[in-house]
């Protein structure tokens, strides 16, 4: 991009991310952003199609990461055989826990919109997606725990469901309250 084009883009990405983070994606104007942007709406129709664009640009590529961090360290671990997912559940489960807060913490604002400013847009299932994996993940493992001979009581899903929505709710709770990364 060119320098002015350059200004330009910063100028409506710093306006909507003020508009998301004090209105909501749906509750946030268009028109306001152009108009604290400085710029036409013209100029903004150039960059993106439509305010779920505009926010898609903002949060689109922090949320993808951790989605695919998290699918990734839950795909390595099933590829494990049993005994060595039962010994390294813990380490890899906590790794993974930590290089995402880590992630999160670096992009502060776009977890924050994405965590608190979603509703109306692709996003606003952010969380429930990582709890739908754990749940299928924890249902795997039980399986591989009975092939490996192990009496494994049936667990209620729905319990499951709770639990794992808990951890990430909490994880996320860090943004929500807008606590330190220590």
């Known amino acids: 991009m060119k320098p002015l084009e350059e200004n330009t883009h910063s100028k409506i990405l710093g306006a909507a991310k003020q508009e998301f983070l004090q209105k909501g994606f749906l509750n946030a104007s268009l028109r306001n952003i152009v108009k604290n942007a400085g710029v036409t709406t013209g100029a903004f129709y150039r960059y993106y199609d439509s305010k779920e664009a505009l926010y898609s640009a903002l949060v689109g590529e922090q949320a993808k990461y951790v989605l695919d961090l998290f699918n990734n360290t ?3 671990f099933e590829k ?3 005994e060595v997912q039962t ?3 813990t380490d890899v489960s906590r790794d993974c826990m930590i290089q995402m807060l880590d992630y999160v913490y670096e992009h502060y604002d776009a977890f924050k919109l994405l965590i608190e400013c979603s509703e109306g847009t692709q996003y606003s299932d952010f969380i429930h997606q990582l709890v739908v994996r754990e749940v299928e993940s924890t ?7 009975k092939k490996m001979g192990h009496a494994v009581e049936p667990l209620n ?6 639990i794992a929505s808990g951890l990430f709710s909490g994880i996320f709770e860090t943004i929500i309250h807008d606590m330190p990364k220590e």
Do not use: A
């Open 74 to 76: 839950v795909d390595e």
């Open 80 to 82: 494990m055989p049993g």
């Open 87 to 89: 010994e390294q559940m």
């Open 157 to 162: 899903k729905k319990l499951i469901h709770m």
């Open 139 to 145: 249902y795997t493992y039980m399986e591989t725990l």
